[in-house]
């Protein structure tokens, strides 16, 4: 089986190739206690029952969004407890990113922190959201704006999940894996043309972006916002859109957005923003979005909490996998920009 290391607060494997099931076992095995958290969704469809025993229990949680609410983490501090959990035991998380982000914000905050394991389930959780140690979960002021950083102990990649996925989720776990080739792994956009064949290795390049990238900036100081490609306009749709829209679908939009601005302000040619189009649209995502929509997509781009005092700030692109830091467009140049991506 093979593996990807990750070097942050500690040094931690995401395993390619695993079993999921063989996986939960051993971790149980090794810790008295496992609390296993996964979304009611996936319990019969995988019969994640199965696997209780004395010293692994299974808790339901909700699907989507709704794990990821202050309400909810206060339920599971209570699980905690009641269960008993010690600094020496463990929380694993099964689900999609969103089932990952709550349970590493209950194990990040539970006894100010004790040891987890992330099985993603979804091909945006198995390239992104499992990897890299931000957990967290929503504030009613915004997406996200509660968590810590604390990496998993290990990341188990199972590919047997992808089989259930829906072709909406697949799709929305693309964006990130196009924005992965974009920014660092040109090789990406070429196995993309065929994804479904490809998606072992497409899984485990995407990772290995990712890998590389927090391994170097675990906290974000600046290397890390490279991830962030397409993401600054991504947030504000997902806003607008009340997170109806899966965060990847709103990420194609913003990947085009990012793309054009690009060739605007940083050099990056007309065919390379076409290739943007063109592979998003491989796999039904959005490229355009409502004309009307700027004034109060700048609104919350100037709240995004990425962004550094006033000034809008864009991760961009002069060549593909050159990413380059556009701090300095005018409005005119987003508008500009923007103009291209509407309709
Ligand atoms: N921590 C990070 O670095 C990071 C990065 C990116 C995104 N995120 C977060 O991840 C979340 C989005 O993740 P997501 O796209 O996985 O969404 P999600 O967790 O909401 O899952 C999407 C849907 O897919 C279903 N699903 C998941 N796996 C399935 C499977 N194998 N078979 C059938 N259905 C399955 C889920 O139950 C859900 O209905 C957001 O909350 C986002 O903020 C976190």
Request: hydrophobic content about 45%; charged content about 15%.
């Given at each position: 089986m093979s593996s990807i290391k990750v070097v942050a607060e500690r040094e931690y494997s995401v395993h390619l190739d695993a079993n999921w099931r063989k996986s939960v076992e051993a971790?149980?095995?090794?810790?008295?206690?496992?609390?296993?958290?996964?979304?009611?969704?996936?319990?019969e469809q995988f019969q994640v029952l199965a696997l209780a025993k004395a010293n692994l229990r299974i808790v339901e949680i909700p699907t989507g969004e709704a794990a990821k609410s202050p309400d909810y983490l206060l339920k599971m501090w209570e699980v905690c407890g009641d269960y008993g959990l010690t600094r020496s035991d463990c929380i694993i998380g099964i689900g999609g990113g969103s089932a990952t982000d709550l349970a590493?914000?209950?194990?990040?905050?539970?006894?100010?922190?004790?040891?987890?394991?992330?099985?993603?389930?979804?091909?945006?959780?198995?390239?992104?959201?499992?990897?890299?140690?931000?957990?967290?979960?929503?504030?009613?002021?915004?997406?996200?704006?509660?968590?810590?950083?604390?990496?998993?102990?290990?990341?188990?990649?199972?590919?047997?999940?992808?089989?259930?996925?829906?072709?909406?989720?697949?799709?929305?776990?693309?964006?990130?894996?196009?924005?992965s080739g974009f920014i660092a792994d040109s090789k990406i956009l070429e196995l993309a043309l065929d994804a479904k064949a490809n998606i072992a290795e497409l899984i485990a390049r995407s990772i290995a972006v990712k890998a590389s990238v927090v391994s170097s900036d675990f906290k974000e100081g600046r290397l890390r916002e490279i991830l962030n490609y397409g993401h600054t306009l991504g947030h504000a749709i997902e806003k607008i859109e009340e997170y109806k829209l899966r965060h990847g679908e709103a990420v194609a939009i913003g990947l085009v957005f990012a793309a054009e601005l690009s060739n605007i302000a940083g050099g990056l040619s007309a065919m390379a923003v076409e290739q943007h189009r063109e592979l998003l649209r491989k796999f039904e995502l959005p490229t355009t979005y409502r004309p009307d929509a700027l004034p109060k997509l700048l609104e919350l781009m100037a709240g995004d909490k990425k962004s550094r005092g006033t000034a809008l700030r864009f991760i961009g692109l002069e060549d593909i996998a050159k990413p380059i830091w556009l701090e300095a467009v005018t409005s005119d140049q987003i508008a500009e920009a923007y103009g291209r991506i509407s309709s």
């Open positions: 971790i149980a095995e090794s810790h008295n206690k496992t609390l296993l958290m996964v979304p009611a969704e996936l319990v590493g914000f209950v194990a990040a905050s539970w006894l100010r922190g004790i040891t987890w394991h992330a099985i993603p389930t979804s091909l945006a959780g198995m390239v992104d959201a499992a990897i890299g140690g931000k957990t967290g979960i929503n504030s009613s002021h915004g997406k996200n704006l509660i968590g810590a950083f604390h990496s998993p102990s290990s990341v188990v990649i199972d590919k047997e999940f992808l089989e259930s996925l829906s072709e909406r989720d697949f799709n929305a776990g693309m964006a990130e894996v196009i924005k």
